[in-house]
C-alpha cells in the first residue's frame, strides 16, 4: 500500500513542462504563512504585493522597514524599543535596533502552549521517541538557567558543550541565553584536537559534556575526549556530565544533569542589547584555527522569524525534522520553529542505519516539514538497499523537503517526487553559518526546476558580480550582498580590530559581503550556485563550477564519489583534474573513463572533460560533510599537509595523505 506525501502543491506533467517537477497552486499560495504576512503587509503599507518578486524588491529599497515590519507582525518580545533601526555604518560596521532591549529564549519560548509538543527525540536505536512538552521545555529551562546562575555565570560568561542532537543541547542553549551568557557547542563526532581548538578560543567556564553517542548502530564512547577537554581547557570551573549512553557515576568533581534540572525555580530572562552575543558559531576550519563567528540575539531573533515563518514554512502544531548534528548551522537554524509554536524533532544517529532511516524517522514522527543536507538525500537516491520510502512509509504529513549543504543533482529532484512523495515541495536552499540562515531559497510562489534556486530571500540583497563589480544577468559571477542584514556576524571571536573579520568577507569590496560562491542570478530571478569561487575552475578563462561536474558524476551507478581540483601550473598552465571513487567491485578502466567524459561533454561541454582522471580510494570532507576542494588545491600546488588543511577538521586524515603522495608524484617540479 503507498502512503505519499500530503497536498500542498501540484505534480507537473513533464510532457508539458519538463524542466518543471512541482508548482503551487492557488489553493497552496493562499493558505501559505508568506501570503498571510503579505496580506498583513498590503495593509500596513498602503501597496500591493502580488507575488514574491514584487515583496522581495520592496524589501531591499525599504530594508529599515521591511525588518521593522518582520518584528511587528511576528510580534517579538522586546522589553525596551529602539532608538534607531540601523546605523549608517557600512559593513560589518552596521549596528540594528539601536537601544532595543530582548532577550532570544524568551521569543523562542513565547507561543507554544503548555500542553503543545516542544521537542520529540528519536534514536537509531529504537522506535519508542521522547516528547517534550513546552510547558515541559520551560521548566528544564528555568532550573538549568537557575543552575547557571547559582554557578556564577554572568552575561557574556561562555557556555561550552560537547553534545549531540538531544534535548540536552536544545535545553543547554536555551539556558544559557535565559542568563545572557554565550553558547558554544561542538558535536561529539569532532576529536579532541578539534574540539579544543575550537572551546579554547572561547574560554569557557562551564562544560556540559555527553558520554557518548550512536553511530551506524555502534555506541560511541567519548568519556576519553570529555578526560581531553577537562584537562585542555583551563578555564573551566564547572563541568556537567550527561549520562546519555552509559549507566556511570558521573566522573569526580563534575555535576550530573539530572541535577542541573532538578529544581523548580522561575523562568527570568535577562534582557540584554540587541547585538549582546548569543553564540559562536565556527567556520569549518578547513585550513588554520577555525573562525569564531559571533551572533547576536536580535539579528538571530529576527532571521528565525523570517526563515522558519515565511520559508520553511512550519506552522503552530507542526513538526520540523532537522537531519543535523550540533556542529552544523543547521541545528542553530531549526530552533526557530519553536517561536513559531512548532516542534522540533531531534534525531540522533545516523541517517542511513538502518537503511532508508532518515525517511523512517520523518514517517514515525509525522514530520511537516525536512531539512537535510542535499548527500543525504543523494545517497538515498544512489542506495541499491532503500526502497522506495513513499511506498513503504507513510510519508503523508510530509509537504515540504529542504535541502542544505551543497547542490542537490537533478536527478535526486525527481527521486524525491517519484520515491517519497509526488506532491512535495523540493526546496533547494543556501545561506550558511556565516548568518546562521539563507540567502537564497524557494518560496511559496516559486515552482521547482531540478538544478535552480527559486530566487533570493526578502531582506538579503543578493547579486552576482564580476570581477569589475558589475552585475550579472544570466552570467556566472560572484555572490555579493550589497546590503548589511542583522543576522550578519557581530564580530569574530578573538579579532578586536576587525581585520579578520574584513580579510574574510570584505576584501575585494570594501563594504560589500563577498561570500565565495560562484552564481548566476537567471532572468526570471532564480539562482544557480555553481560552486566555492575559491575552489572554482577557471579553464582558459572560463568558469566552471564544481558542482556542475557532481551533478553529473555522482550520478553515474559506476561512482561512489568524485572531487575535481583545478591547479595552475607554471608558464600560464593549467591542469584539470577529476579523484574519482569506483563503486564496489569497479575500477576506473579506459571504458568508465569514456564514459565519464562522454558524459560531461554531452551534458555540460568539451571543455568540462578533465585532462586527467585518477582512481582515489576515498574523498575527504569536513567534519559537516563537504568536500576538501581548496586543500586538495593547495596540496597539488605543493603546500604541506599542515598549512593545506586543519587534519582536526577531516573525516579521515589518511585519505589527505594519499592527496598529498599524489601531488609530490604527479608534480614533484610544482612545489
Known amino acids: 500500500m503507498e502512503h505519499r506525501a500530503g497536498t500542498g502543491g501540484s505534480r507537473v506533467d513533464e510532457s508539458v513542462s519538463p524542466d518543471v517537477v512541482w508548482s503551487p497552486t492557488g489553493e497552496s499560495i493562499a493558505e501559505s504563512p508568506l501570503r498571510d504576512y503579505l496580506d498583513w503587509l498590503e495593509i500596513s503599507t498602503g501597496r500591493r504585493f502580488p507575488d514574491h518578486d514584487s515583496f522581495w524588491s520592496w524589501s531591499i529599497e525599504n530594508l529599515d522597514e521591511f525588518w521593522v515590519s518582520i518584528a511587528d507582525y511576528h510580534g517579538v518580545a522586546f522589553s525596551r524599543h529602539w532608538t534607531r533601526v540601523r546605523t549608517s555604518d557600512p559593513m560589518p560596521d552596521t549596528r540594528w535596533f539601536v537601544g532595543a532591549r530582548l532577550n532570544w529564549a524568551e521569543n523562542m519560548l513565547l507561543r507554544g502552549r503548555d500542553s503543545d509538543t516542544a521537542l520529540v527525540c528519536a534514536s537509531e536505536i529504537g522506535a519508542v521517541d521522547r516528547v517534550i512538552t513546552f510547558a515541559e521545555l520551560r521548566r528544564s529551562v528555568a532550573a538549568a538557567s537557575g543552575w547557571l546562575r547559582r554557578a556564577g555565570v554572568r552575561p557574556g560568561d561562555r557556555v561550552a558543550a560537547y553534545l549531540p542532537n538531544t534535548e540536552h543541547a536544545v535545553i543547554g542553549v536555551l539556558a544559557a541565553a535565559t542568563v545572557g551568557a554565550v553558547w558554544v557547542c561542538c558535536s561529539p563526532d569532532f576529536g579532541p584536537d578539534g574540539t579544543i581548538s575550537r572551546l579554547s578560543q572561547l574560554e569557557p567556564t562551564v562544560l556540559i559534556a555527553v558520554d557518548g553517542y550512536h553511530w551506524n548502530g555502534k555506541d560511541i564512547d567519548r568519556s576519553h575526549v570529555v578526560a581531553q577537554l577537562r584537562d585542555n581547557l583551563p578555564s573551566l570551573q564547572h563541568v556537567v556530565h550527561v549520562p546519555y549512553l552509559y549507566d556511570r557515576w558521573p566522573p569526580e ?320 598552465g593549467y591542469w584539470l583534474g577529476l579523484f574519482v571513487v569506483p563503486a564496489a567491485g569497479r575500477r576506473l578502466d579506459d571504458r568508465l573513463r569514456q564514459d565519464i567524459a562522454h558524459a560531461l561533454r554531452t551534458r555540460l561541454s568539451p571543455r568540462h572533460v578533465p585532462d586527467e582522471m585518477v582512481e582515489a580510494p576515498s574523498v575527504p570532507r569536513t567534519l559537516n560533510g563537504k568536500k576538501l576542494e581548496i586543500p586538495i588545491k593547495k596540496l597539488l600546488a605543493g603546500r604541506s599537509i599542515g598549512s593545506a588543511v586543519n587534519i582536526a577538521s577531516v573525516d579521515d586524515p589518511t585519505a589527505v595523505r594519499w592527496y598529498a603522495d599524489f601531488a609530490a608524484s604527479r608534480f614533484p617540479g610544482h612545489r
Request: net charge negative; charged share 20%; glycine share 14%.
Open 253 to 572: 568533581g563534575s555535576t550530573p544533569w539530572a541535577d542541573v534540572v532538578s529544581r523548580d525555580v522561575p523562568l527570568e530572562f535577562e534582557q540584554v542589547d540587541f547585538s549582546h552575543p548569543l553564540w559562536v558559531l565556527f567556520s569549518s576550519g578547513t585550513t588554520g584555527l577555525p573562525k569564531g563567528l559571533v551572533h547576536g540575539h536580535g539579528g538571530i531573533v529576527l532571521e528565525s522569524l523570517k526563515w522558519s515563518g515565511l520559508y520553511c514554512a512550519v506552522r503552530a502544531g507542526e513538526r520540523l525534522f532537522t537531519y543535523t548534528s550540533t556542529g552544523w548551522a543547521l541545528w542553530n537554524m531549526q530552533l526557530g520553529a519553536l517561536s513559531r509554536g512548532a516542534s522540533i524533532v531531534l534525531y540522533e544517529g545516523s541517517p542511513g542505519h538502518p537503511a532508508g532511516g532518515v525517511w523512517e524517522i520523518a514517517a514515525r514522527t509525522r514530520a511537516n516539514v525536512m531539512l537535510l543536507g542535499a548527500a543525504v538525500v543523494s545517497a538515498s537516491a544512489g542506495s541499491s538497499t532503500v526502497e522506495s520510502p513513499g511506498d513503504t512509509f507513510d510519508m503523508r504529513s510530509l509537504r515540504h523537503v529542504m535541502v542544505s549543504g551543497s547542490s542537490l543533482p537533478a536527478a535526486d529532484y525527481r527521486w524525491v517526487g517519484e520515491h517519497v512523495g509526488s506532491t512535495i515541495d523540493v526546496d533547494s536552499t543556501s545561506g550558511g553559518t556565516d548568518i546562521a540562515g539563507s540567502f537564497v531559497g524557494g518560496n511559496a510562489y516559486t515552482a521547482v526546476r531540478p538544478g535552480r534556486i527559486g530566487g533570493r530571500i526578502a531582506g538579503v540583497a543578493a547579486a552576482a558580480w564580476s570581477d569589475e563589480g558589475i552585475p550579472l544577468i544570466g552570467e556566472v559571477g560572484d555572490l555579493v550582498i550589497t546590503e548589511p542584514m542583522p543576522s550578519m556576524p557581530l564580530r569574530l571571536w578573538n579579532d578586536p580590530d576587525g581585520s579578520r573579520y574584513r580579510e574574510s568577507y570584505f576584501d575585494v569590496w570594501p563594504g560589500v559581503w563577498r561570500h565565495g560562491d560562484w552564481v548566476t542570478v537567471h532572468a526570471d530571478q532564480s539562482i544557480t550556485i555553481h560552486g566555492r569561487s575559491d575552489s572554482t575552475l577557471n579553464r582558459a578563462g572560463v568558469r566552471l563550477g564544481s558542482s556542475d561536474f557532481y551533478d553529473v558524476i555522482d550520478g553515474m551507478p559506476e561512482v561512489a564519489d568524485s572531487v575535481v581540483v583545478g591547479v595552475d601550473l607554471p608558464d600560464d
